[in-house]
């Protein structure tokens, strides 16, 4: 069960985090990764999708209106707006759950946001950026294309964030302001500074719950109090510092996901490519012996899950991850985190998030192995784009190589490059397709002969 526990921010002066051992398969980084569920991660799987099922409950809608018609109504628009949004997510509830490894929940698609519909969308007529949006598009774009755009369909280079953290980057942001010589660039500059300080706060209140949890001895079934050290020992360095080790990097890229997400709620909007940016702390890590794939196996599988429970109510949406793919100089990236990050989502047999991976010519045999694994075993909306084919078309469109070299997907077949900027392409991936048309090909010709 859960708790939630809500507490006032505070400071905690950073310390060392100890090493995490991981348990099961050594820390090879070759081989085939096939590795299952453990059972902590199917009893964590089994009471989150229950929780999702039940009466989640956000409050942002209510306390985003109430910051901003009544705390901050006489502030100028811009900072109405960035202090009533961190001030929703500084309020949003902090849950504790039994056996986890990652902190942060928040329920994007909730049952009950604590106000009708109708009555959040009037309060919001004149300011709602999808009106204006949906306006502003049937008059300069609905005529040439015909309709159906929406809001979202974006990527962003979170990776920046984990190189610096989020006081790296609000320091970034102070340098700016000061050279800023117009008024809407110091808006601009001042607005991202509350947003990225009410993520800090959130990030704070997380702290005090578990400190909470810690002292009081309140420890469920599955708990322990190293676990909640373990944490509290997590979430003291990210987001506030870049991660030092692959468990710190998970817990940061998942936070600011959700923080991201929470600003920006429109579906295809995705972190993309997830394991390129996270491998490299991973890779340190086996090297050094300070993790296992298993450990990193369930690091990713508990990521997932959180996925999903945020967006269980929101089936049609999506959030794409493309695991696989290559490097600006034309070699392959895949990795052992792009096999992690596929199995995972053929193990956990869930919808959020959507896995689309990219392949090229160059990719191991192993890989595109799972690929036809994944399509004819997978329950996730499975999407492979061939990377021969999809960076030239890119690039064709005017984006630059190692931009293109990023690029993500939004829900449907539209690419994100690194530059927002949409652009047409052809995705495909004869090899794997193939396999599965023989590979099913020889399970009916096996099925007619032993009839």
Same mark, same amino acid.
């Given at each position: 069960m859960a708790s939630t526990i809500s507490v006032a921010p505070t400071q905690i002066e950073p310390r060392t985090i100890p090493i995490i051992e991981g348990k099961g398969r050594s820390a090879n980084k070759q081989g085939n990764y096939a590795f299952g569920l453990s059972e902590r991660i &199917?009893?964590?799987?089994?009471?989150? $999708?229950?929780?999702?099922a039940g009466e989640t409950f956000s409050p942002r809608r209510i306390n985003q209106t109430n910051a901003f018609s009544?705390?901050?109504?006489?502030? %100028?628009?811009?900072?109405?707006? *960035? $202090?009533?949004?961190?001030? *929703?997510?500084?309020?949003?509830?902090?849950?504790?759950?039994?056996?986890?490894?990652? @902190?942060?929940?928040?329920?994007?698609?909730?049952?009950?946001?604590?106000?009708?519909?109708?009555?959040?969308?009037?309060?919001?007529?004149?300011?709602?950026?999808?009106?204006?949006?949906r306006m502003r598009q049937a008059e300069m774009i609905d005529p040439f294309v015909g309709g159906g755009g929406a809001p979202g369909h974006i990527g962003w280079r979170w990776d920046w964030l984990l190189q610096k953290g989020i006081e790296g980057h609000i320091e970034d942001l102070q340098r700016r302001l000061l050279q800023a010589t117009n008024e809407e660039s110091k808006q601009l500059y001042e607005g991202a500074i509350i947003l990225w300080e009410g993520v800090l706060n959130w990030n704070d209140r997380l702290i005090e719950a578990l400190e909470a949890l810690e002292a009081e001895a309140k420890l469920?079934?599955?708990?322990?109090?190293?676990?909640?050290? +373990?944490?509290?020992? @997590?979430?003291?360095q990210v987001p506030r510092k870049p991660p030092r080790n692959f468990r710190e990097a998970v817990q940061f890229f998942h936070f600011q996901h959700l923080a991201m997400m929470f600003e920006n709620p429109f579906g295809g909007n995705g972190p993309g490519r997830v394991d390129y940016f996270l491998w490299p702390y991973l890779e340190k890590d086996l090297e050094q012996g300070d993790i296992t794939l298993d450990f990193a196996k369930e690091l990713i599988d508990e990521l997932w899950i959180r996925f999903h429970e945020r967006l269980q109510n929101g089936d049609g949406w999506v959030e794409a991850v &493309? !695991?696989?793919?290559?490097? %600006?100089?034309?070699?392959?990236?895949?990795? !052992?985190?792009?096999?992690?990050? &596929? +199995?995972?989502?053929?193990?956990?047999?869930?919808?959020? %998030?959507? &896995?689309?991976?990219?392949?090229?010519?160059?990719? !191991?045999?192993?890989?595109?192995? /799972?690929?036809?694994?994944? /399509? /004819? +075993?997978?329950?996730?909306?499975?999407q492979i784009y061939n990377d021969d084919v999809c960076l030239p078309a890119i690039m064709n469109g005017g984006v630059e190589r190692e931009d293109a070299a990023i690029h993500n997907r939004g829900g449907l077949h539209g690419d994100q490059s690194t530059r927002d900027e949409l652009r047409p392409e052809r995705s495909g991936v004869p090899r794997p397709l193939n396999c599965v048309a023989n590979r099913s090909g020889r399970r009916n010709r096996a099925s007619r002969t032993s009839s």
């Open positions: &199917v009893q964590f799987r089994d009471a989150s $999708r229950e929780r999702g009544e705390l901050y109504a006489d502030a %100028p628009f811009w900072e109405r707006y *960035a $202090r009533s949004m961190a001030f *929703a997510l500084e309020n949003e509830p902090v849950y504790l759950f039994d056996d986890q490894r990652l @902190v942060g929940t928040l329920y994007q698609t909730p049952r009950n946001w604590g106000q009708a519909e109708e009555a959040h969308a009037k309060e919001w007529e004149g300011y709602d950026v999808g009106n204006q949006t469920a079934s599955g708990t322990n109090k190293a676990q909640i050290e +373990e944490l509290i020992e @997590v979430c003291t &493309v !695991p696989g793919g290559i490097h %600006p100089d034309g070699s392959c990236a895949v990795n !052992p985190l792009s096999h992690i990050m &596929v +199995e995972s989502i053929i193990d956990l047999n869930q919808t959020h %998030p959507v &896995v689309y991976p990219r392949v090229c010519k160059d990719c !191991p045999a192993d890989f595109i192995d /799972l690929m036809v694994k994944y /399509l /004819l +075993e997978g329950e996730n909306r499975a």
